[in-house]
């Protein structure tokens, strides 16, 4: 008998080994390495490794606006899943993402539900949830295909974070501009934040580590916050290049501090896409200095009491 094959156990070391194997089949035809097509990994993965439960269809359908995506098993066949997105949403990096989402159920999470899982818009936004475990560890799956760290590093090391870079990440990965923004602020140690708005009020928030850890965010999801007069998002100004933005004065993101706001403008101006640069340093005794080793307890208390943002 031949020696079994040991797969991965984590979404990010199965985003690794298949990123190692795209590369080597990608090496050998000459082809580039992204966007990552995640269609054809699906399927001819999937047929190579799982022959007894193979992904055989993967479809666009139009939904709910409520749904991403599905991954559902072939109810006349047993053993063979399909992956569905919601084709009603025009963004293609959106589907993109939502495509390497669902992959990474297959991937990890089939078998503990047989019947099938289906994905929100906010299931997308899970990166850390205690609560809900599973949609975080896809999304870490699908982040870590479809912008692979090493790669990432090069594409911004050097580099201020900037709406500029957020686009071209977006168009290189074939990700929306809110996943590379996600992404970066996942590994960035600048204080930074990304504010979503609608109709002129935060429909949610995401804080980098070290500014969350500097006592700098919102809880959207749990309070109902207007989003400040006084910034791009609301202004609209089309003197304005919102794409490289404006310093704002104390006052207007922070009480205590002046930040940076670059804005992307969606659906027809009803969401608003900020992204926000803090000072380096906050303007008081951070929690780095006053806490020392308990560091990782205080971030951990966030995330549990629910302020971390999502």
């Known amino acids: 008998m031949g020696k079994e094959i040991k797969l991965p156990a984590t979404p990010q070391r199965w985003a690794i080994h298949l990123s190692n194997v ?8 000459g082809l580039d390495h992204f966007p990552v097509d995640v269609a054809s990994i699906a399927r001819e993965y999937s047929k190579q490794v799982f022959p007894d439960e193979p992904i ?18 072939n109810p006349k066949k047993k053993g063979e899943w399909g992956i569905f997105y919601n084709n009603a949403i025009s963004s293609k990096g959106r589907q ?19 019947e099938g899982i289906q994905c929100s818009g906010r299931d997308m936004l899970d990166w850390k949830s205690e609560y809900a475990q599973k949609e975080a560890q896809a999304n870490t799956f699908s982040s870590f295909l479809l912008m692979p760290l090493d790669d990432f590093r090069t594409q911004v090391n050097g580099h201020k974070g900037s709406m500029e870079m957020m686009q071209h990440l977006s168009d290189r990965y074939g990700v929306s501009v809110t996943a590379a923004i996600l992404k970066w ?15 002129g009020f935060i429909d949610w928030a995401w804080s980098s580590e070290r500014l969350l850890k500097s006592g700098v965010f919102y809880r959207a999801r749990q309070e109902t916050i207007k989003m400040p007069t006084q910034s791009l998002a609301v202004r609209q100004d089309m003197m304005i290049d919102n794409l490289k933005g ?6 207007v993101w922070n009480a205590n501090e002046e930040v940076q706001e670059m804005t ?11 992204l926000l640069l803090y000072p380096k340093d906050p303007p ?25 943002p999502y």
Do not use: C, W
């Not at 795209?22 to 035809?29: D, E, I, R, S």
């Not at 993109?96 to 047989?114: I, K």
């Open 22 to 29: 795209l590369k080597a089949f990608q090496a050998v035809h």
């Open 264 to 274: 992307i403008f969606a659906d027809q101006h009803e969401m608003t896409i900020s």
């Open 56 to 73: 055989t269809l993967v479809q666009g359908e139009a939904m709910s606006k409520n749904f991403e995506g599905m991954l559902l098993p």
């Open 284 to 308: 008081f005794k951070s929690y780095e200095e006053d806490e020392g080793d308990s560091l990782e307890d205080t971030y951990q208390r966030f995330i549990k009491t629910g302020q971390k």
């Open 185 to 199: 602020l996942d590994m960035t140690d600048q204080r930074a934040m990304i504010v979503v708005g609608k109709e």
């Open 246 to 251: 404006v310093l704002h004065p104390k006052g």
């Open 96 to 114: 993109n993402y939502t495509l390497g989402h669902e992959l990474g159920h297959y991937l990890l999470h089939r078998h503990q539900a047989p």
